[in-house]
């Protein structure tokens, strides 16, 4: 819209510089190839608070604009969700991405509650990016959970459309 780029990058550590440099080169190539501008977000999970969010190098400087889910706590964005879904109220765009990125976020409940519940709030009511929100869950579930954890996830995702979609293929 504003002829710019949005780099999203997801982090589940912290490696600080490190992590800046590979994401500077990667804004560095696209700027070379598009000649626009870059803006880099990088959405933390876990329990990163702090992170490192510039370096220089010489002359140059680079900075990153840093969102750490682990301040807000998946609980009360679940508990909140669900009460409007109760009150049949519409979600917002915006509530439809707290209800993706709640594995993401901090609090004291597990991925696997997190996740579960998060599956079950889009199973169980309607909303307009449910499919959307369905297959960014099942993708957290792949990459956060293991065993027994990941089979009770995916034993809920098998009651969704999504879940029914992947069966049929």
């Given at each position: ?25 990667y804004d ?25 969010t ?33 009150e049949?109220k ?10 993706i ?9 597990s ?18 990016k ?5 297959a960014?869950?099942?993708t ?8 027994k ?19 049929d293929?």
């Amino acid at each position: 819209e504003d002829d710019t780029y949005t780099h999203f990058e997801f982090q589940s550590t912290d490696k600080g510089i490190l992590d800046l440099v590979r994401f500077n080169v990667y804004d560095v190539l696209l700027y070379q190839q598009t000649k626009k501008q870059v803006y880099t977000y990088v959405i933390y999970s876990g329990d990163i608070k702090e992170p490192l969010t510039s370096y220089s190098n010489g002359f140059n400087e680079y900075r990153v604009r840093a969102i750490c889910l682990a301040h807000r706590d998946a609980a009360i964005v679940l508990n909140d969700i669900e009460n409007k879904l109760l009150e049949n109220k519409v979600l917002t765009d915006q509530e439809q991405l707290d209800l993706i990125f709640t594995p993401l976020m901090g609090g004291e409940l597990s991925k696997e509650a997190k996740i579960i519940k998060a599956i079950q709030l889009s199973k169980d009511y309607s909303m307009s990016k449910k499919a959307d929100v369905q297959a960014m869950l099942y993708t957290f579930a792949h990459k956060f959970l293991k065993g027994k954890a990941l089979e009770n996830a995916k034993e809920v995702i098998k009651m969704t459309e999504l879940g029914k979609m992947l069966h049929d293929e």
